[in-house]
């Protein structure tokens, strides 16, 4: 089978949603997912509801807000934790702060890009907590109209050194999440549906095993269910390395 290039449809291009309306994003705060969700922020104002499995943002402690270098900040943090910490324990340390300031950044860009933004700490693998969570949001903020599935983790290794924990854990963040996903919003009259698959679904990538079964099957959900909403704009968007 070769593949083809074929013009984008008009009706593609013209925004969906309507000011307000809510759009759940999986794996929003951070990387291209967040980059995603601005633009569709700033295109359409709508209600953003990002998902992650990072901690709800904090606010910056005093003598960590005004610091930028990498090793600044670091020493900082070996300070704070009173000089009786480890290596690994300032890196931890590190990583959590610095994700928290991006989340905290792109939340902001999306807020002046003209959207309402809220962020859901949860784990999308598991359905009766992503059904509780789409059971309040609709409460509070109607009717749920948009579904982007950003998230997913690597653990690249090839097959022989691969553990069952790591395919479970790189397959089942997009697959069971995603199921997780629909099964919070199979009653939902969504208008927009966008999966982030990627390239190696389709041509394969050393040591990517999990990741391209599990972005195939991105690809096929996808199909599925722009079948079974018509009324839904749908993509798979396989993006490359």
């Known amino acids: 089978v070769e593949l083809q290039s074929v013009p984008m449809p008009d009706s593609a291009v013209k925004p969906a949603l309507a000011k307000g309306e809510v759009v759940v994003v999986s794996g929003g705060g951070r990387g291209v997912t967040a980059q995603t969700a601005l633009a569709l922020a700033q295109a359409c104002q709508p209600t953003l509801v990002l ?37 690994k324990d300032v890196e931890a340390q590190f990583r959590r702060w610095m994700g928290n300031r991006e989340v905290t950044a792109n939340m902001r860009a999306m807020e002046q890009g003209g959207a309402k933004v809220l962020y859901r700490s949860v784990d ?15 409460a509070e903020h109607g009717p749920i109209r948009g579904l982007i599935h950003g998230a997913g983790v690597l653990a690249d290794r090839k097959i022989e050194d691969k553990t069952n924990e790591q395919f479970e854990q790189v397959y089942s963040t997009k697959v069971a999440g995603l199921q997780a996903l629909l099964q919070g919003t199979q009653k939902d009259d969504l208008k927009i549906m966008a999966l982030f698959s990627s390239f190696t679904g389709r041509y394969g990538r050393p040591g990517q095993v999990d990741y391209a079964a599990a972005n195939e099957v991105l690809n096929k959900l996808a199909q599925f269910e722009s079948q079974r909403r018509p009324n839904c704009r749908v993509v798979s968007v396989n993006w490359g390395p």
């Open 51 to 87: 998902l992650g499995r990072s901690p709800n943002p904090e606010s910056e402690p005093a003598w960590l807000s005004s610091l930028t270098d990498t090793t600044a900040i670091k020493r900082a943090i070996h300070a704070n934790l009173n000089g009786k910490s480890t290596l």
């Open 124 to 138: 999308i693998r598991d359905a009766a907590a992503v059904g509780s969570l789409f059971t309040e949001l609709r």
